[in-house]
């Protein structure tokens, strides 16, 4: 229980940062797609920029996980067509519904209901994906 409860306040947390920074905000989605603002734009450079100094921390310092293990993070195969298919077809759905997968708990938890229909299509592209995994350029 007390891993489950450290997980849940790193969520909320989570949710308080992207409500804050409107990084949820349909609004905020929309200027970004029309190229109206940098909000967005600056919110995705920081995630990328911090991510970035994260693997390099981990690659250079040998930082282990909680168990003690190392972590191994392995080099990504140049651009091939599962990037620009997999990119294409993320940038749509998002642009579709105004929402990527990280804040759909977040906006059902700020009582929008609506965004069950975007969490249902999530949870069923993941399982299409799961069905066509054999058959997909991999």
Request: with cysteine; hydrophobic share 50%.
């Amino acid at each position: 229980m007390k891993n489950i409860l450290k997980y849940l306040v790193v969520g909320f947390i989570f949710g308080i940062v992207l409500t804050k920074s409107e990084a949820v905000s349909w609004y905020r989605i929309y200027e970004m797609f029309q190229f109206q603002s940098f909000h967005m734009y600056g919110i995705i450079s920081v995630a990328i920029l911090t991510g970035v100094i994260g693997i390099q921390l981990i690659k250079r310092k040998n930082i282990t996980d909680i168990k003690g293990k190392a972590i191994v993070i392995e080099d990504k195969e140049k651009g091939s067509a599962r990037y620009w298919i997999g990119g294409i077809l993320f940038g749509l759905g998002w642009a579709l519904v105004g929402s990527c997968p990280g804040p759909i708990f977040i906006l059902i938890g700020a009582g929008f209901w609506t965004v069950f229909i975007v969490l249902f299509g999530a949870l069923l592209g993941t399982y299409l994906y799961g069905v066509l995994k054999n058959k997909l350029p991999h």
